[in-house]
């Protein structure tokens, strides 16, 4: 059993930065495909971006493209995402989370992963 916690979360102004940090305990991270999410209040659960196993290819969806970068530190077992450039409309709880649907792209549906951090929250002040 894989438990993922997150760090890094926090309240920033519009314009700056966070880094978020998720690490895999309890088991390795090995072979799953690492997504973010964030789901703001009132609004449902979105995918943020993630890394697939096999060569570690990103995708991000198109809001955050050119903001935010996911990178892994497999000897860590630890998946960051790095926010650069934050916007009030980032204010969320951002989830990490595992999947084991595939290894060779990136899952962007939040139903296909089978393990999720608690969250943490990040506050973008404008």
């Known amino acids: 059993q894989v438990q993922l916690v997150e760090s890094g979360g926090g309240f920033v102004q519009a314009g700056g930065s966070l880094r978020l940090s998720c690490a895999a305990s309890g088991g390795t991270a090995s072979g799953y495909c690492s997504g973010w999410f964030r789901q703001a209040p009132g609004k449902e659960r979105e995918f943020v971006g993630g890394?697939?196993?096999?060569?570690?290819?990103?995708a991000y969806a198109d809001s955050v493209k050119g903001r935010f970068t996911i990178s892994r530190d497999n000897a860590k077992n630890t998946v960051y995402l790095q926010m650069n450039s934050l916007k009030p409309d980032d204010t969320a709880v951002y989830y990490c989370?595992?999947?084991?649907?595939?290894?060779?792209?990136?899952?962007?549906?939040?139903?296909?992963?089978?393990?999720w951090g608690q969250g943490t929250q990040v506050t973008v002040s404008s």
């Open positions: 890394i697939s196993w096999s060569d570690g290819i990103t």
């Open positions: 989370a595992a999947s084991t649907f595939s290894l060779y792209t990136v899952v962007r549906s939040g139903t296909l992963y089978d393990y």
